[in-house]
């Protein structure tokens, strides 16, 4: 909240009210004032109109014209824009306050209190994550309640896997740095001044968190192998457990990215509905990822189904489904790239079925880990310089041109 200086404009949000909480609260007051309601956002033409009278009775140079003035005010009720600093002062001074100053200083509190109830608004995506790992939280507490049929804790030789586990979650990890706080993975590029329309522009920006959040899931993984290999900690359902939870992080942002290339992503205005079907993907998205996770998880405890590994494997298609989308999405006309240099990209996710094998090292395997963890750093390297090139030289943003090209036809 700024005292003295410009009030920047609102960004433009899903949510009903778009106004900073300051200006939101202000607004409230002047409404109540005048029409003894609080909320703005629906006024009719004749109570936009008495708001305006207010206004120029107190001050006459607040708008040339009636006319002008309820514009401004159903453009500053809607988020469109925001008064100007000395506006602001005058509809302050209107309602009995010395400034607008003095009117944030005495509702302090309650601008705390909105802008801490906006910062945890969350959309419908963001409630289908929480809603997911609350599941996922109290299916892993499962041993809590029932004992498990059977634990086998063994603690084998995993000496090649730790060796994988540390260059792979050094490589990651180094992507994601480089990718978040340098311009080497395409920063620049996504940031830079241009002149594709805002929707092209605000689909990079989503493309490029979600690419950094993929790079982000997969050191978390990785690190956590490295903690459970150097350690020593004994292979057991738990550990296992708490891999296949890790897991299904970077399918969700698999499952993201393919969201944002394939469907508008993007509201066409202000509380639009238009993006209805982005969300409804990412909820089928993470919702079957996450009943994934459990069978695997409950199959690590409890060992259901004939097949040994049975969740397991489901998890496993899981994720090989997701990331086929997103690959899939790349093969794009839009994109003009030849299919068989994605053909890395189709293994790296068919070896994913193989993650069902991966703590077999127990059982005379000690280097199966390894091999699949150093077959899948090439895959990701590939994956990572691919997407890093398509940034650079622009071809990411020409996908989205023509994408938000065909979905105004």
Known sequence: MEKHGKIQKPAVSMKKNTLPPDLDILCKKLCQQVLNVSEYQNLSGSEVNQVSSFLIRFNQEFSSSRESLNKSLQNWFLGKNSPSPAKVNQIAQSLGYDSYHEFTLQHRKKIKVAQLQRSIRLNPFQKTLLYCALALFAVAMLPGLIPLSEELVETPDVQSALLASVIQAIVVVLFFVVTHFSDFGGRDQIFAKNNYPPEVNKSLVQFFNGWEMLWLSFSVLYIWFCLLYGLGIPISPYTQAVSDIITIFSSVCFAYLFSVMDVQSIPRSPGSNSIRVFYNYLIIFTIGL?????????????????????????????????????????ESHYLNVNRFVLLPLYTYAI?????????????????????????ALILKGFLYFLIREWIKDGKLAQYFLKQHEKIKE
């Open 290 to 330: 996450t009943i994934s996770s459990m069978l695997s998880v409950i199959d690590r405890y409890y060992h259901l189904g004939a097949l040994n590994g049975m969740g397991t494997y489901v998890l496993g298609y899981a994720n090989v489904i997701v990331m086929l989308y997103f690959f899939g999405r790349l």
């Open 351 to 375: 070896i994913q079925i193989a993650y069902v094998l991966f703590f077999e090292a127990n059982t005379g395997k000690a280097s199966y880990a390894a091999y699949i963890i150093g077959m």
